[in-house]
Nanobody
Framework: QVQLVESGGGLVQEGGSLRLSCAAS????????MKWFRRAPGKERVFVAA????????YYTDSLKGRFTISGEYAKNTVYLQMNSLKPEDTAVYYC?????????????????WGQGTQVTVSS
């Protein structure tokens, strides 16, 4: 059974930082990709960042480049999302997701597996 377990969310003041973690188990992700999405209150879930297990290639939604960094600790099947200079508009539930295979056409919009999400709240 594939499991994605997020941690690291919480309440932070504007300008602060948080690091989210996603521990994956139950599947070999050697060819796949790990991702982060977020859903802000009243909005749709949107792509944030991704990292491929092979090559460690990273992808970001343009508006978050420079503030958010995705990284992977492959030996632990764990992916991180470092979030800096946080703004109130970053408030959202952040979801970890994973695909067995990296498909460039769809990785930003579809996922094979999802975590339960972790709440991030940025106060002004």
């Amino acid at each position: 059974q594939v499991q994605l377990v997020e941690s690291g969310g919480g309440l932070v003041q504007e300008g602060g930082s948080l690091r989210l973690s996603c521990a994956a188990s139950g599947l070999s992700f050697s060819r796949g990709v790990m991702k982060w999405f977020r859903r802000a209150p009243g909005k749709e879930r949107v792509f944030v960042a991704a990292i491929t297990w092979t090559g460690g290639n990273t992808y970001y939604t343009d508006s978050l480049k420079g503030r958010f960094t995705i990284s992977g600790e492959y030996a632990k099947n764990t992916v991180y999302l470092q979030m800096n200079s946080l703004k109130p508009e970053d408030t959202a539930v952040y979801y970890c997701a994973a695909d067995r295979d990296f498909i460039f056409r769809t990785f930003r919009t579809e996922s094979d597996y999802w975590g339960q999400g972790t709440q991030v709240t940025v106060s002004s």
